[in-house]
């Protein structure tokens, strides 16, 4: 599901006033870029002005370094956060992983088939059991054991081979540990953790015995960036599952597994096509 | 959608043990019982067998007060709970609103087509707003003022009214008062509310709000039995609703209305056609 | 949930070309519109460009005649459809029942409620059955009954009335009479009809008879606006409901009328709020 | 998942009538079997019983070949068709794939992960795309390419290949070819097939093409057991996935993905499980 004709994607946040669509569109176009995509919103309760444009890079008359001058001139005026991005610069994402393999094989399975638009250098985890996996796929697996006492040492290595590899973005799936906020905080907005409930419902750990135990007719699981504060970072995708007292609570668990791989997975798209704004701890999805 | 042939419904409830199906099944069939309905669960978690039984009651050959008398007979050795209920007695049901019609219409347009097999003499409510609707159905409605002051008097007051009209069930149509433990007390298992969350997140006051604020991308309501601990009562009936960021709190509210009213619904006639045993603050729900 | 503020609703259509966003959003702006809602679809299936846009009337200075004028001139070079409207001039509808009152009960609670952003003078029918709903809102009903002989009569008179009420939408809210080619002709995309299959599944009679009969595992109910082939008009709102084999066929008929009801009024929202926009027997909505 | 367990699960299916229930779970119980599961239904309409019940064989005092002798004997009064498995003998199954590998991937992923309670010793294709994904699973993947002319010998050739290895359940797996009446003749209920659409809506070639031709706001995936009538066969589950006029024919596409794979995995289960029953063109599903 490649792209075949390279674009451009231009993600703008700033404080909302008249103008703002006219100002950015007219842009692209003086430079002959056509918009392929446009999507805007305006949220009222806190005046905010958020914009998804893509536009076809053939025929565009700005160079890309250039292009980034002049969106810095563009941006001045308004106070206007933007990030822009090229199809032909696909994000380079990392997994972590611990040992159970759904989402990782979801994940893997996409990727192969061309559907997720990403280049994965490496997998990292704290347990030697996926290794045979991430092979079978020809992807590097780095095992980092996790104990309290090694975990700052730990992380400080594994940001390093982040940054040798240029990661772009981390993706938790199912990965069993929590990241210290040192970690986070070096990949800002880039670490998405899917958890395994309808968040705020069941934080924590163990949120399928929890559900299980209150008695919901109802499962879910959250895709979300990942921040200092456990499961409360800005949600990305969400979506449940029927269930009833027939369920055992290994039917929760295996057919959470559905929903977190599926919510994972969507969360990963969207984040890697440039769909998602976060502002306010939130996000504007232009799906 | 009235049954025509009156049935006898049987809910029962026992630690689990061989021969409880045999042993029940075979004392309505010894009465020449057609049983037309049968369900049963085992927790296994908690080794308690669970069984909903509904048979016609035409050529069945005990008395009703013979059978209730056999029945508890036949529950003793298996220290089983159970309850009877016949199709020709419908359970009498109040409502109890504040101002906000939509689930109060929703249930009485659905009880005047038969859709509930119940009668409902009164309607109780802290405010006349919706005394209108109730006039237009030829139901009683009673305003009971509540200030933190008169709060016990006033529900001494409503109990006796509701113990006047022989009241089975209480449902909380989006009434916005809390009841009190002694109230709950009165109608132990026989008080529905409806929670306008996928609970257990975003218990208490104003909801949507707090899902607006945390950019949840579904939103849900939760009808269970009402219990002294606000919002922790045994889940009846759940169901969600997708939301994205170009919903606004009031799209929220709007749409999460239609959210409430049907699941309030169906718990009221899940609750009224005797499907659901409570237990261990969950529920089994025969649907 | 009334607007306070008036607003204006421009709905547009046109091939798609560069610069529409910008010369209809620049045309609002230049008379001092505030544009609180904009949103945009390009169909490049069929290269067509579609646009909604609300914009506030305090302080903009194009009276609402002159407006029109306006926007005649400024639609013709882009050979663009559209359509305004304005918050204070609510749509007129009238309602068409049989017997079922669940979807007449749903609507006009929220009528009552100020939910949807209409009026509603009257309500036809083929029966009398439900005369005593509309007269406890206090709106009119008109019976019709319909024959194989008296159809093209009635319809005409049916009509006629329609006219004399200023009619901008009629909603068949499980009316079980087929509108012939000829009503339909005289309110183009202006009638919605409710039916109770997931289409184009069930298409035609009794689609839970054959919903039932063909062992489906979900039922659902489709919105759209009726055209002169039955069944076959652009879809505005579709929903499901899990069913099992445990849902005999009145409970598919009893659960199906919470989809149906709550998916018809969605729809009747979003066409009373200039939401849906059809092209090419479809719907873009900008919900 | 595995059950610890060696636990035997009978399906039975026969004309109603008072003390089925009776009858077999007392012979079961004379034999000491403690009895973990026991759902059963009565379809009214036809008059059958189903029942599907489950005992732990530790303790049961009847041997296997004996068991099914005294079923025989226990099955010929009532007229009942019966079917016995045993967990510690799991199903052999093969799955059919072309050139898609969302759904084969998903597959194995679980039969790894001891999700399903198989064996699948082979893989056949008409196409050698997806060999190298068998190869990382170490399951041999045979390969018939299928032309007007060959068809009934490859597929002779495949029948012989799937008696030699003694399959039990052949899974459809987004194979791109019409099995013959022959074919499905020699696996009757033993072919599951994903069919991309909500059946019985868009049955055929190309679904998404004409759902999105349809325009319709939800689209979905069926999995049923193949009969000769394409797509007409027994649905064992189906789900669906929301869209909207801003998901592309590509989108659905993509989006479907999900739908498919999640569905026909849970067919898989359910048959492998022996939680499914068919008759008259239907299923039961005691899931």
């Known amino acids: 599901m490649k792209k075949k004709k390279t674009t451009a994607t231009l993600r703008i946040c700033c404080p909302d006033?008249?103008?703002?669509?006219?100002?950015?569109?007219q842009f692209i176009r003086d430079h002959n870029g056509n918009i392929v995509n446009l999507d805007q919103h305006v949220d009222e309760t806190q005046d905010q002005f958020?914009?998804?444009?893509?536009?076809?890079?053939?025929?565009f008359d700005l160079e890309r370094a250039t292009l980034r001058e002049r969106l810095d001139t563009l941006a001045l005026p308004y106070g206007m956060w933007w990030s822009l991005h090229f199809s032909d610069?696909?994000?380079?994402?990392?997994?972590?992983?611990?040992?159970?393999s759904h989402c990782l094989y979801d994940l893997l399975a996409r990727y192969e088939a061309g559907e997720l638009n990403v280049e994965i250098p490496l997998i990292i985890s704290n347990h030697p059991d996926l290794k045979a996996v991430a092979e079978r796929f020809g992807i590097a697996y780095?095992?980092?054991?996790?104990?309290?006492?090694?975990k700052p040492a730990q992380e400080a290595a594994e940001?390093?081979?982040?940054?040798?590899?240029?990661?772009d973005l981390v993706v938790m799936a199912r990965y069993m540990q929590i990241l210290s906020g040192d970690f986070i905080a070096a990949f800002p907005n880039r670490v998405i953790n899917i958890h395994h409930s309808f968040?705020?419902?069941?934080?924590?750990?163990?949120?399928?015995?929890?559900?299980?135990?209150r008695g919901v007719k109802i499962i879910g699981a959250t895709a979300h960036y990942a921040t200092e504060d456990l499961d409360e970072g800005p949600i990305i995708a969400q979506d449940v599952q029927r269930v009833s007292h027939?369920?055992?609570?290994?039917?929760?668990?295996?057919?959470?597994k559905d929903v977190e791989k599926v919510v994972l997975a969507r969360a990963v798209y969207l984040h890697?096509?440039?769909?998602?704004?976060?502002?306010?701890?939130k996000t504007v999805v232009f799906a």
Chains 1, 2, 3, 4 share one sequence.
């Open 50 to 59: 958020l914009m998804r444009l893509e536009w076809e890079m053939e025929g």
């Open 89 to 100: 610069e696909p994000l380079r994402m990392a997994i972590f992983v611990s040992k159970e």
């Open 17 to 25: 006033r008249k103008g703002l669509v006219v100002a950015v569109t």
């Open 142 to 150: 780095h095992v980092f054991p996790i104990t309290k006492a090694t």
């Open 272 to 281: 890697t096509d440039h769909r998602v704004i976060e502002y306010s701890n």
């Open 159 to 167: 940001i390093e081979l982040l940054r040798e590899h240029d990661i």
């Open 246 to 256: 027939r369920e055992s609570l290994q039917d929760f668990i295996r057919q959470g």
């Open 199 to 213: 968040l705020p419902a069941f934080a924590g750990a163990k949120p399928y015995h929890s559900a299980f135990k």
